[in-house]
């Protein structure tokens, strides 16, 4: 009689562990909520990865657009600053013009009229625009010493010398007008014939030439070279401006030049002329010096005071040899246009849309995954465990109703071959036997 099977579970235990002692421990983390959690923790784990390769994305597409951006704001800066000195140079450049205008008048005390002189002066002083940016300009006429006493009796006055320049004094006639050259002082004298505005003609037949010494070395200059030469930027009536010598050539015998030129271009007039070309004023901003010589002579600077240098970013920097001067200007932006152009040049938004999405559903699948691979192993181990308890259960069976019977029919067969004459009588006996 064969003895009965021993009872099946109807739920066997899935074990998945590395020690398996650990019985119980190894049942609660795989069906606790510990496993699971472990689960979501991956899916978690998923989606910050996607969060961060996001970032990096925004971040090299954000660095690509802040470069490209920067590119265009430095070319722009580059046409800017060569736009705004060709300005200023055109005008330098036409002052040989504006002197061969007035050469060999016939009238020597009196060589242009008002209207006439007027011209000249808003012809110069426009700089290409629609603005004249002269505050000040004169013509001093070359008077030599063996003509003055002629020259004077047709003007009816004498010739005055201005007095030096002091900074403490006010611009009214009784501070710079000075006495009459005393007679045969010097070869030749320059004494103003012309100027602008109406309200300087006080200073008309003075010579001006050594009132102020950063004036009387570019004339000298210029009437040496018969080229343009700027000063270095001084006080005048209306302020701090720079000044343009241009010296007046001659046809004449024993002349090599017929007097000089100076237009004074007040320093808030730049403001115009660079700040102009700027695409507003409230991002973009200048910084003009003069720097002949290692000086850094402030010329214009449209800088606010409440912004600080770090919040600015450098686009370009141009130095261009202006009469003989070295300016350099810079111009600026701020950190904040940048920043805005950036944004909308890169539109990261998308970028942060497509991988918040892109991850959460990759957490979310990932979870899933796990839970039905989780499932599946499960399903898999009850499968080969109860395939595997249902063939050793049979073969248990059959050892224990076979085995015995096999094995003792042999030993009967083997011990008792040469008495029992064939294998069936040997077989009935083992048999009996048992």
Same mark, same amino acid.
């Given at each position: ?65 802040r470069?490209f ?24 450049? $036409? ?9 060999? *008048?016939? &009238? /020597? +005390? %009196?060589?242009?009229s008002?209207? @006439? ?10 700089f ?11 013509y ?43 007679e ?36 000298l ?19 701090? $401006? ?9 046809? *004449?015998? &024993? /002349? +090599? %030049?017929?007097?000089?030129?100076? @237009? ?50 450098t ?10 001067r ?7 932006v ?66 224990? &109703? ?33």
């Amino acid at each position: 009689m064969r003895p009965a099977a021993a009872a099946q579970p109807s739920a066997p235990d899935i074990l998945i562990c590395f020690d398996p002692n650990d019985r119980v421990g190894c049942t609660r983390r795989l069906h606790g909520p510990e496993m699971k959690l472990r689960y979501v923790a991956t899916g978690f784990l998923v989606a910050a990865l996607l969060i961060v390769i996001t970032w990096g994305a925004v971040t090299v597409r954000t660095n690509d657009a802040r470069s490209f951006v920067i590119g265009l704001e430095e070319h722009q800066a580059a046409s800017i600053l060569a736009a705004s000195f060709g300005q200023v140079l055109s005008r330098v450049g $036409a002052m040989p013009s504006i002197a061969t205008s007035v050469m060999d *008048r016939s &009238n /020597r +005390t %009196h060589p242009l009229s008002p209207a @006439a002189w007027l011209h000249v002066v808003e012809t110069f002083g426009k700089f290409g625009g629609e603005r004249n940016l002269v505050s000040q300009m004169s013509y001093a006429l070359r008077v030599n010493d063996n003509e003055r006493a002629e020259w004077e009796a047709s003007l009816g006055r004498p010739i005055t010398r201005a007095k030096v320049f002091n900074a403490s004094h006010p611009r009214t006639p009784e501070y710079v007008i000075g006495d009459p050259f005393p007679e045969h002082d010097k070869e030749f004298y320059l004494p103003i014939v012309a100027t602008y505005p109406k309200t300087m003609e006080w200073i008309l037949y003075s010579d001006f030439t050594h009132r102020v010494p950063v004036r009387t070395a570019a004339i000298l200059r210029t009437l040496e070279t018969l080229k343009p030469v700027a000063a270095a930027p001084f006080e005048v009536m209306n302020g701090r $401006a720079v000044t343009f010598h241009q010296a007046v050539a001659s046809s *004449r015998p &024993n /002349r +090599t %030049h017929d007097g000089w030129i100076g @237009a004074a271009i007040s320093l808030d007039a730049f403001s115009i002329i660079f700040d102009g070309n700027l695409p507003n004023t409230d991002d973009y901003f200048f910084h003009l010096v003069d720097v002949t010589d290692g000086a850094s002579l402030p010329m214009h600077n449209s800088i606010p005071d409440g912004v600080q240098q770090e919040d600015l970013i450098t686009l370009a920097t141009k130095e261009v040899l202006v009469a003989e001067r070295s300016w350099r200007a810079t111009m600026f932006v701020t950190n904040a246009a940048v920043e805005l152009e950036v944004q909308d040049s890169a539109d990261t938004s998308w970028y942060w849309v497509a991988g918040s999405v892109t991850g959460v559903l990759l957490g979310v699948l990932t979870t899933l995954l796990l839970h039905q691979v989780r499932v599946r192993l499960i399903t898999q181990a009850q499968v080969v465990k109860a395939t595997t308890a249902s063939n050793t259960h049979s073969s248990m069976l059959r050892l224990m &109703n076979h085995g015995r019977c096999t094995l003792a029919l042999w030993s009967v067969s083997w011990l008792f071959a040469d008495i029992v004459p064939s294998c069936a009588c040997a077989q009935s006996f083992a048999i009996h036997l048992l």
